[in-house]
């Protein structure tokens, strides 16, 4: 079944920095993906959802890149601010696994002063 | 407004107490789920459950089960809890199809 790698775990950028996190998926039917962003002690809020006919999709202050032919799923935070400072999830579903979302592990997201 | 509520927030249980975990949802969503997380972690898929006694186990479901006897209510049971059990729970639902998932505040669970 589809596996999902989120890298890296924890990451630590200052103020105004970038901030990339990927996650590489392996089933290529994959069509749905999502990003989720978990501020401490919260519970899980969506951040953006990305349909697989969309190589790019821009929220506010982020890009959410789609490489199918690498399959990897990658969230870039530009210019980072006190605010970003989260745990990061990435999902993703196919509709021949019921579109059930299987998870990334997730990244924690510090960003220091 | 759409929401899905977990009742209680906290709970603190002794080892070997019965614990039931609430989660209600006003969407009519068919799907929904219980995760856990622990400290650092991620989430893991206890069970999904399709619709009313539609219940399948996810990767952990080892001590728990569930029941769902109105398309709104999911409950979690932990008959017997135990330490390893302390955790945040979270529920969520989703309408099903390639949506995505609503999540409720999760209960921190603690087992003495």
């Known amino acids: 079944g589809e596996q999902v790698e989120q890298r890296p775990p924890h990451l630590s950028v200052r103020e105004g920095d970038s901030a990339v996190i990927t996650c590489t998926y392996t089933d290529p039917n994959s069509y749905y993906f999502f990003w989720y962003k978990q501020e401490p002690g919260a519970s899980l809020q969506l951040l953006m959802k990305?349909?697989?006919s969309t190589e790019i999709n821009e929220g506010q202050g982020f890009t959410v890149l789609l490489n199918k032919k690498d399959k990897q799923l990658s969230l870039n935070l530009t210019a980072a601010h006190p605010g970003d400072s989260a745990v990061y999830f990435c999902?993703?579903?196919?509709?021949?696994?019921?579109?059930?979302?299987?998870w990334g592990s997730g990244t924690k997201l510090i960003i220091k002063p | 407004d759409m929401k899905v509520t977990q009742m209680p927030r906290y709970l603190i249980k002794r080892m070997g107490e019965n614990v039931l975990l609430e989660c209600g949802q006003d969407?009519?969503?068919?799907?929904m789920y219980w995760y856990r997380q622990d400290p650092g972690l991620g989430l893991q898929l206890i069970y999904i459950?399709?619709?009313?006694?539609?219940?399948s186990e996810g990767d952990i479901p080892k001590g728990y089960r569930v029941s769902r006897k109105k398309r709104e209510h999911f409950s979690l049971i932990l008959d017997s809890a135990k330490t390893n059990q302390t955790s945040v729970y979270f529920c969520?639902?989703?309408?099903?199809?390639?949506?995505?998932?609503?999540f409720g505040k999760g209960t921190r669970l603690t087992v003495v």
């Open positions: 969520a639902s989703t309408p099903g199809g390639p949506t995505e998932v609503f």
């Open positions: 459950s399709y619709d009313v006694d539609s219940n």
């Open positions: 990305v349909f697989s």
């Open positions: 969407m009519s969503h068919e799907t």
């Open positions: 999902a993703v579903s196919a509709m021949d696994s019921n579109y059930q979302l299987i």
